[in-house]
């Protein structure tokens, strides 16, 4: 009697191990950054370039009537540059993307509950047992950077470095652009500093 030919396969028959091991190698690498934590937002190239995509962003933008809107359409505007700019690296960027779906979808689940409440019928919150002061820090910390509330606490400090180096950067980048408009206003509309989109000289350390 013939014995049926086995045939190999060497996915089947690698060692677990082997595969352990490259699993760990190709996820150490993910994790080792390829530069400091919001390094890149501190580069002046980096900068220019967030200024003028953010200049081209307001030039576009529809303002509304009320000023607390228009300062609103501003702030979003800005945060969705910065948010493509980080190119969904990080979770705050990812977030951010998002983060105007979330608020519609937020606003329209308020008024459903307010709706189905009926008057005078409030419960009374959960008593929650109160957190050590190390924990209490870190999640008030966590809801302050978008996407962030679920992190483990290293990574909770990488998104918060690099969040807030990408905040410092939009910072200077708008300050910039509102001493371009105030140079254009008080010349009279004359060439005050050059456009940013024609590379304007732009100054980190203003």
């Not at 980096?46 to 953010?54: D, G, I, P, R, T």
Request: glycine share 8%; net charge positive.
């Amino acid at each position: 009697m013939v014995e049926p030919l086995s045939i190999s396969n060497p996915d089947t028959n690698s060692s677990p191990s082997g595969k352990k091991r490259r699993k760990s190698r190709r996820e150490s690498a993910a994790r080792t950054p390829a530069e400091p934590c919001g390094a890149r937002w501190r580069t002046e190239t980096e900068q220019q370039v967030y200024s003028a995509k953010l200049a081209d962003a307001l030039r576009h933008l529809r303002f509304p009537d009320s000023a607390d809107s228009s300062v609103r359409s501003v702030r979003d505007a800005a945060d969705q540059v910065l948010a493509v700019s980080a190119k969904g690296r990080t979770r705050w960027s990812r977030a951010m993307l998002t983060s105007r779906l979330g608020r519609r979808l937020a606003q329209i689940s308020r008024k459903h509950k307010k709706a189905a409440r009926p008057d005078g019928r409030f419960k009374k919150p959960a008593a929650q047992k109160k957190l050590p002061p190390l924990q209490r820090k870190v999640r008030a910390l966590s809801r302050l950077i978008p996407g962030c509330q679920k992190l483990s606490l290293p990574n909770l400090l990488e998104e918060t470095t690099d969040y807030i180096a990408a905040l410092e950067m939009q910072v200077k980048a708008m300050a910039f652009l509102a001493g371009l408009l105030n140079g254009a206003n008080s010349d009279g509309g004359g060439g005050g500093g050059g456009s940013v989109a024609d590379g304007g000289q732009y100054s980190s350390s203003s």
